[in-house]
């Protein structure tokens, strides 16, 4: 995708020395664009616990790319598994983390030391290009949704909602919510989306709105509490979220907040669908709820914010009463009852195991 005109990935590969790998900080997104350059296995580690890179595709990329970071410096077993042992323990909920760092494994434990490094930036290049092309795939399937929406509201203004951040950022490029609002924007689709703020990193407020900034598509960001409200007053068509790991029943683990989201849309009779590639599915799992892992993050992120002030420096400030204790799980389940349905790369369907092997037989 684009950032003011020039195209980028959210990572990618050194054209110069063939090795390194940059990503962008997102960290420090919206108020700088600043590339960073990973040189080990330790800092595409840091990268991902420390949330430089987040979304459950990119993570699952920039760990494949970890790993070859550390095959360059050392290609024996031992070594490797410890770096892939490293890496998969960075974030436990989304999926993917674990489902690339298990692809890249099957393919190195059948190649010999010596070839390990080359293989692995190829297997890691595979990953990254099949990612982008799936989430390309992802928005072709979803952009009848949003035609269809427009067609209903006969042309007038079609509003989407959406929770946390499942832009190109969050992926290796397009996105997965965002994916089929890019490609109804550029097909000239009168668009604008309700991005949830995403308290506490505040993902929507601060990537998400970015992004679609960056593409001129129209939004306006809301407190994580409006949705309801918005779905009450007709103001929501469709919502679209992202997810970090879906069951083969079909429960939806994503940011948390997702779950009161699909309740409240739900109630009010609106379309709640989700986007993701296949590599987001646990096919290992049925329950959700039970099942799922759910990172409790620093609860820091709870009683502090961080912004801009008037002066354009940046500020970490304290938003909760002095020694009040916080708490932070940072995701939550959605039962699959409550999705309308799923947006893939090989099509949509219906929130159900059977619904996802009319899409992937090949997991009977
Ligand atoms: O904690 P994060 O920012 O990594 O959580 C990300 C999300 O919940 C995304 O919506 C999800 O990974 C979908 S990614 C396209």
């Known amino acids: 995708m684009r950032i003011d005109g020039t195209p980028y990935r959210s990572v990618w590969r050194d054209a110069e020395d063939g090795w390194s790998v940059h ?38 990329a920039v760990a494949a790319y970890g790993l070859c ?18 890496l998969g323990e960075t974030r436990p909920t989304a999926v993917n983390l674990r489902w ?13 030391p010596a070839e390990r490094a080359a293989a692995a ?8 290009d099949e990612d982008a092309a799936q989430c390309e795939a992802i928005g072709r399937h979803g952009l009848p949704l949003l035609r269809e929406a427009a067609a209903r509201r006969g042309g007038q203004r079609v509003n989407v909602l959406t929770h946390c951040n499942a832009g190109w950022l969050a992926t290796v490029d397009w996105g997965t919510a965002l994916a089929p609002i890019y490609m109804a924007h550029e097909q000239g689709i009168d668009l604008h989306v309700w991005v949830d703020e995403t308290r506490p990193r505040n993902q929507g407020a601060a990537l998400t709105a970015w992004e679609l900034g960056k593409h001129g598509v129209a939004h306006t960001v809301v407190a994580d509490n409006a949705g309801g409200h918005l779905m009450q007053h007709g103001k929501v068509d469709l919502a679209i979220v992202g997810t970090d790991r879906v069951t083969r029943a079909g429960d939806v683990a994503n940011k948390i907040g997702t779950y009161l989201k699909a309740l409240a849309a739900r109630d009010n009779g609106v379309p709640f669908w989700v986007a993701l590639p296949s590599s987001t599915i646990d096919w290992r799992i049925a329950d959700g709820v039970a099942d799922i892992p ?26 909760t009463a002095p020694g009040s204790p916080a708490a932070n799980p940072a995701f939550d389940v959605t039962p699959a009852r409550l999705v309308s349905g799923f947006i893939t790369e090989r099509g949509r369907c219906p929130a159900s195991e059977a619904g996802l092997l009319s899409l992937f037989p090949e997991r009977r």
């Open 294 to 319: 759910i990172e409790e993050r620093d609860t820091a992120e709870v009683t502090q914010l961080t912004g801009r002030t008037a002066t354009g420096a940046l500020a970490t400030i304290q938003v």
């Open 121 to 128: 930036y190829d297997e890691a290049g595979r990953i990254a």
């Open 69 to 86: 970071l550390a095959l360059r410096a050392d290609s024996t077993s031992a070594a490797m598994e410890r770096a892939a042992a490293m």
């Open 23 to 60: 990503i962008l900080d997102q960290t420090r997104l919206p108020w700088s664009l600043e590339v960073l350059r990973l040189t080990t296995p330790e800092a595409a580690a840091h990268a991902i616990r420390g949330m430089q890179v987040r979304g459950a595709p990119l993570i699952g």
């Open 100 to 112: 690339a760092l298990e692809r890249m494994l099957t393919r190195l434990r059948n190649t010999a």
